[in-house]
């Protein structure tokens, strides 16, 4: 079996706000696993599902048992969760 | 036969065939609702896997052969995944009219056909490389348990045969 990193981030393709939560994994040196989801918003029942909402980005963190949306949240819960480790 | 067109012959296809270990490839896998990559081990990990390679969403041989899998409700006994060098976009299109329970690789630089050398270049379409009709029943050691790849163009694979193939598994 392949090993499935903790983390897995639902994106869209060429969005900038998920960009900067990619960045922010890299700089972490964070293994992530990339779900892209639909441009129409009404087309993402499977963010709605795991985080309530349908925007993206939106992380699933199986370390902490955590998920959540909005990229400046996204960014500074992994500065809080792993910018020490850094 | 007697009719007035043109079956155009294929060379012959250096592919996997019953018995060997099937090439396995990482490329982006769409479901329903998102798309990831994902490699064909990961799938035979969990069982047996069907990989139907097809040309390019839209054209008809890719629609025949969707509605055909759905009919014969495959997807309930197998693994299911198709393989076409169509956008994760226009896979997703595919997938919201038929493929039910099915997931499809998105190959559009026609690599993995290239891996599994069924590699077809499109008369009249330049620069074009899509991958020629197949069947691959891999097991879970991804040994190939049953394969058809097309020796014409256009050709359909034998559902009979297929059948019979999942149900020896």
Redesign the interface.
Known sequence: ??DEPPITL?RLQACPFCERVVRKLDEYGLEY??????PMHSDR??VKRISGKRSVPAIVDENTGLTMSESGNIVEYLEKTYGGEA | MGLDFDVVDLPEADHPDVGDTAPDFTR?LVDE?????R?L??LT?EGPVLLVAHPMDGAFPATYVWNEIDDRGWADDVTVVGLSISS?YEH?DLLGERGADARLFSDPGAGVAAEYGIEHDLDGMTGVTEHRPAVFLIDGDRTVQYAWVAETWPDFPNYDDVDAAIDDL
């Open positions: 079996m392949t639902y696993r990339s779900r892209f989801v639909e029942n499977v | 982006p609702e998102f798309w990831e990559d490699s081990a990961s990990d994760v997703k």
